[in-house]
């Protein structure tokens, strides 16, 4: 099996470098394609208006300076020698739960695979304040990567979807399982942008700092998290919301 392995946290991320370990346990044959700098939130964007340029650091390991859709694109177009079976995406470190999947590098990077016809994994790492006892804060993903890959590369693939994974914050030993679910909601409407002032007096503004609470709702992802089992949530590119096609095509009858 030929899997490439990317992610949105850049090529020297720890996340990466586990990410790389899990998909050794899986292959021999593993190459590594990902942005050269943090790219998280890049969301699903590609870089049209600048030059994108590659960079060689070991045998089947490149660097772009550009966004995880960049990477998987050269990745695929550029640096394999030939099509993969399987795109690993991460180890992200943080969430990347309920519809924060819609900014995620991680996800998109999955999500660029997924169009390109490969069966395509986001994995992150959930991540507290505080350590786990191991000390290590991919723990859980090290140690359960394999276990929640492996039974995805025999499942049936659709073409256009994908699968994102998030475990835990804690040691491997304390997570309770695994859980197929559906993606959460969170609450934006309490989100806050933080206002500041620079040593000049210019104002300027910090998005993402204060934590979001999730929709109390069952079988998500962020329920499966919040009660400490890997979330595992297959996704799909098609974002057409089918009931409304009909209440609309009736709108716009002449």
């Not at 590659?54 to 177009?77: C, I, N, Q, W, Y």
Request: hydrophobic share 40%; aromatic share 6%.
């Amino acid at each position: 099996m030929r899997i490439l392995v990317t992610n949105d946290d850049g090529i020297h991320a720890p996340g990466l470098e586990v990410l790389e370990a899990i998909a050794h346990e899986l292959s021999d044959d593993v190459w590594v394609c990902a942005p050269s700098d943090n790219q998280t939130g890049a969301g699903h964007s590609l870089t049209l208006s600048l030059p994108v340029r590659l960079r060689k650091h070991s045998e089947r390991r490149f660097s772009v300076t550009g966004t995880p859709t960049d990477a998987v694109s050269m990745g695929l177009k550029h640096v394999m020698d030939g099509a993969p079976d399987l795109i690993l995406s991460g180890v992200n470190a943080g969430a990347n739960l309920g519809d924060d999947i819609t900014y995620s590098g991680t996800v998109s990077a999955a999500m660029e695979g997924a169009l390109a016809g490969v069966r395509s994994i986001a994995m992150s790492q959930v991540m507290r304040q505080e350590r786990p006892a191991s000390g290590d804060r991919f723990h859980a993903a090290r140690n359960w990567g394999a276990r929640v890959i492996q039974p995805l590369l025999d499942a049936p693939h659709e073409p256009r979807t994908l699968v994102s994974v998030n475990f835990p914050a804690l040691d491997a030993e304390q997570v309770q399982g695994m859980r197929v679910v559906r993606q959460g909601f969170h609450d934006y409407a309490r989100a806050s942008i933080v206002e500041a002032r620079d040593p000049r007096g210019q104002r300027y503004y910090w998005f993402g700092l204060d934590a979001i609470e999730h929709t109390p709702d069952h079988g998500t992802d962020l329920e499966a998290i919040a009660e400490d089992h890997i979330s595992i949530t297959p996704l799909q590119l098609d974002l057409t919301h089918h009931a409304s096609l009909g209440v609309l095509a009736d709108r716009f009858k002449g």
